[in-house]
């Protein structure tokens, strides 16, 4: 026997909400990877389980399954936990010889179209994405981004479109998306490395981005912080609450937070991470304490760090 169990609902943007049955939602959560310091990529429904309890118990409604189509299994447990999910296809910071390989953008294509006859059905499904920090500043990108927007507005008509940029204030590609999501770490990479505790920087990047979607025409779009975050080693307490610290990692998200929550113009955020996992083996490491990504509110073994009571007291509202 084979199963397969289907949810109805609407979902569309408009006046610069996302709207869920013709509900304006604010989207709160995070970035996850399918990661296990025991089990590397590969996460039992066990601990798919209990990932989305511990993002249920902060309050949180949304998951961005980063940077690859999520396990079926783990989308039944948000079809029925009631999660929005943003599911996106393979792709990370692919540079100008791949956007210029033929294989490239077939394979593209094709995996798009796979992802979404695999997950039509899911109706924690909102959104999907592509190309996660791909070369969107550059016009030889341009017809990829356009060719995968259409291809998944001709599969599915009935959910929103997105990517994630880096490039924020030289994309070219913003018109292909219904949704304009955006990564950028404001306060962690300061601008000023002699800066102490740069809190001060997210709220005026935030107040410059709005600016740019004026100026761009993309203001009427809902806005969502598809990355923002800071990195804090677990059980590292510093009374100068510097950078690496849980207490400055705390403040961060505290100041996010807050900036999302009261603000009507950005209809979302996920923060960058859920839990700490495994990133380079190689020398570039060496800006990666214990070679992991180590911003998880959670570390690998899912043990909360200071800044999930912060993100909890915000969120639970």
Known sequence: DFRERIGF???????????????????LGYCRHEAHPQSGPVVSVGQMMQDLQLLRDLGCNFIRGSHYPQDPDFLDL??????????????????????????????QLWQTELMVEKSYHHPSVIMWGFLNEGLSKDESAVPLYRDIAACLRSEDQTRLVTYATMFAFKDLCYDFADVISVNAYPGWYPKDNETYRPLDEINPLIDELFAHFEKCGQAGKPFILSEIGA????????PLHAHWSEEYQADYLDVVCKRVQEDPKISGVALWQFCDCRTYSTGRALGRPRAFNNKGTFDEYRRPKMAAAVVKQHFSK
């Open 9 to 27: 609902r609407t979902v569309e943007a408009k006046d610069r909400k996302i709207c869920v049955n013709g509900k304006p939602v604010k989207l």
């Open 78 to 107: 948000c079809d029925e936990m009631g999660f929005y999910i943003w599911e996106e296809t393979i792709g990370w910071g692919n540079d100008e010889t791949q956007f210029a390989h033929d294989g490239f953008k077939r394979d």
């Open 231 to 238: 990195g804090a080693i677990y059980g590292w307490r510093d």
